[in-house]
């Protein structure tokens, strides 16, 4: 079983909420991935957790805020967002931080009003 | 040096017919070559890999073909069908800081397979 959950399916938020992203992974994998995807574009990469520890931030502004709750599940706070933050959200994960295989979720759409 | 550059953009075929999406990397530490099959509001999914010390790698219907000395790789669909009709990302992925590994995506190509 290679599936990666994410909830929930769309969001819709205005520029002062405050939301959350959440996906899980039952499969034992210890490295966990936030990626952003805007339309006809290819992934980009935003965190890495290695055994629930923050390991890669690329830049990402703080109005995001990953967490690592426990090895199965990540999650991405959202705070006073933008409209350019409208996206898809995707959640990936592998083996470890060194493993080849990384496996996605479907993704939150986000859109932020 | 760390892009990876996809063509072409898209691609439209005839059912039954063979789409060839070609990659081409500059960084020579890349050592996994990935690539998603992508549909419209899904994630990206694992279609298939290769390691850089094989030329080419079948799984069914796809085949990645692997030019180490040219730094090239492309994706053959057999036999293609209208549900392959996606966007295909190409990806290489070598150690980052440490012992991380990230994925450097290709720009993708939209497939479009007509019945």
Same mark, same amino acid.
């Given at each position: ?6 909830? $929930?399916?769309?969001?819709? &938020?205005? &520029? ?10 039952? &499969?034992?994998?210890?490295? &966990? ?8 574009? /290819? $992934? ?16 990402? $502004?703080?109005?995001?805020? $990953? ?15 933008? /409209? ?21 979720? /479907? ?7 | ?5 996809? +063509? ?49 790698? %079948? ?8 030019? %180490?000395?040219? %730094?090239?790789? +492309? ?23 440490? +012992? ?16």
């Amino acid at each position: 079983d290679t599936e990666v959950t994410q909830t $929930p399916k769309h969001l819709v &938020m205005g &520029m002062t909420n405050k939301k959350s992203l959440k996906c899980e992974q039952h &499969m034992g994998h210890r490295a &966990m991935y936030w990626y952003k995807q805007k339309a006809k574009k /290819p $992934p980009e990469l935003m965190f890495v957790y290695s055994y629930e520890k923050l390991s890669i931030n690329e830049s990402v $502004p703080s109005r995001f805020s $990953p967490e690592c709750p426990n090895s199965s599940l990540l999650n991405l706070h959202l705070h006073a967002l933008q /409209p350019e933050d409208s996206a898809l959200y995707l959640c990936a994960s592998s083996q470890r931080i060194g493993g080849y295989e990384q496996y996605f979720g /479907p993704g939150t759409r986000l859109t932020v009003t | 040096q760390q892009q990876v550059k996809q +063509s072409p953009q898209s691609l439209i075929v005839q059912k039954g017919g063979i789409p060839i999406i070609n990659c081409a990397y500059e960084n020579t530490a890349f050592d996994y070559f990935p690539w998603y099959q992508q549909f419209p509001g899904k994630g990206p999914a694992l279609l298939i890999a290769i390691r850089p010390d094989v030329s080419e790698k %079948k799984e069914g219907r796809f085949t990645i073909s692997f030019n %180490k000395s040219a %730094k090239q790789f +492309s994706l053959h669909i057999m036999d293609s069908q209208p549900g392959d009709s996606a966007t295909y990302f190409c990806a290489a992925s070598g150690r980052a800081s440490g +012992s991380a590994r990230q994925l450097t995506f290709g720009s993708g190509t939209q497939l479009t397979v007509l019945p």
